[in-house]
């Protein structure tokens, strides 16, 4: 069965700060890759998604991931971070098993300080 | 501005009670997914549906959960009896299969507290 690994729990960071967050799968085969982020006391919400093609994926709010297939491996990255980006970020993948539900990671709180 | 909606958004109960949660898919999704977020286990897929058919719900404890679709409107997950362990947020998703590909779009959630 398929499994994500979020490795940064909790991240803190200054405004104006880089971000990278990390996210790796373990699934031999094609995979759907999915970050979500989830703001306080709120439901999930799509960031980004990767299905086929460039691998390099443009999200909302000045997010974006890039797939690395032989690291098997689906960052998140922002330039530069504001404070309304505190929130918890899930990495989510769904293998071409049939299996139409996610695998998700344990998620990535950020905190970003003003 | 089609989107998942669930009720109640939060429901306190009390040990050995029954908790019934709703979920009302995006119009036109053809799969409805029940996930349980807490602090120590993270998001777990409970079950989840395609054409109103159950596929999974291998995460489910079947002694005293049960999810249905009794149309394509709603879902419903049940607990009973309800235990403090099941003190959690429920989340429903719901989503369009096209090919191999499927976005899930989640509703609010369920935050339930069994006392």
């Known amino acids: 069965a398929q499994s994500v690994s979020q490795h940064n729990h909790h991240v803190i960071l200054s405004e104006a700060a880089s971000l990278e967050l990390g996210c790796n799968y373990s699934?031999?085969?094609?995979?759907?890759l999915f970050w979500y982020v989830q703001y306080p006391g709120q439901h999930l919400q799509l960031l980004l998604k990767?299905?086929?093609?460039?691998?390099l994926v443009k999200g909302i709010k000045g997010f974006e991931a890039e797939f690395i297939k032989s690291k098997f491996s689906f960052n998140l990255r922002k330039p530069s971070v504001q404070w309304s980006d505190t929130a918890e970020y899930f990495c989510a993948v769904k293998a071409d098993t049939g299996r139409r539900a996610l695998t998700f990671g344990s998620g990535t709180r950020l905190q970003v300080q003003p | 501005d089609a989107r998942v909606t669930q009720t109640p958004r939060h429901k306190v109960t009390e040990m050995g009670q029954e908790v019934t949660m709703r979920c009302q898919p995006i119009l036109g999704h053809n799969t409805v997914f029940w996930y349980r977020q807490t602090m120590m286990q993270g998001l777990e897929l409970l079950a989840y549906f395609r054409n109103r058919a159950p596929l999974d719900d291998s995460g489910m404890p079947k002694d005293r959960f049960s999810a249905e679709m009794p149309d394509a409107t709603l879902a419903t997950l049940k607990i009973q009896p309800s235990e403090p362990r099941d003190s959690a947020v429920y989340f429903c998703?719901?989503?369009?299969?096209?090919?191999?590909?499927?976005?899930?779009?989640f509703g609010p959630g369920t935050r339930l507290t069994v006392l």
């Open positions: 998703a719901s989503g369009l299969v096209l090919g191999t590909t499927t976005e899930q779009f």
């Open positions: 699934y031999g085969g094609t995979v759907n």
């Open positions: 990767y299905f086929s093609g460039d691998p």
